[in-house]
């Protein structure tokens, strides 16, 4: 249940963001992309935050959609900070990833795997047009340190963690709205091999 879960997050969440924002591991970096958000004015007054991912070019060009809608009053504004009610600026959602015809993943999903420190990724065989999520927004937007990762300081980079298939794998999503670049990065060694095959069932 998210009800269940988001309580969880919210008492862990001391625990939860340091390792969101801790510097990145020269040998297990995340996976960079880049993304444009798209305009949707009919979802602009529910709060909702579109974004286009793109990944590589030609031969190894992969896109997708990442859809997020905040909970109840938090809304996301303009810049794509959650609106919050509290003073650690966490909040909780739901989100859809969506298929783009034309990609050539392979490259992509080769990448992935070695992020998330996958064992044994494979791919879906299962095709669909969209996969829900849940969504926590873990604090303010923080700035890029210089050993890589993010925070404490304030700045344009957003963290997120995502909450993918029945199984509910973890995995860190990033993202600058103001240089229109993303990352997944890994949360546990244990949930690599499930995020590369849930999310092969709508990148393809």
Known sequence: MITRRFGLVALASTILVPRALAQVDDELKPLSFKIARVPDSANAHAGALTLMATYGDNESKTQFVLE????RKRAIDEKGSAV??????????????????????????????????????KLSNAKQDALPFDVAFLGRPAARSPGGGLGPGPGDWHTTKLFIGQDEAEVFFNFNLVSGEAEFSIKDEEYGNTIVFELSKVIW
Do not use: N
Not at 68 to 71: L, R, W
Not at 94 to 107: D, E, F, I
């Open 68 to 71: 997020f809608q905040a909970e």
């Open 84 to 121: 919050l009610g509290d003073s650690i600026g966490m909040s909780f959602g739901r989100g859809t990833l969506r298929h783009v015809p034309g990609s050539h993943p392979a490259m992509f999903f080769e990448e992935l795997g070695k992020a998330l420190a996958a064992s044994a990724p």
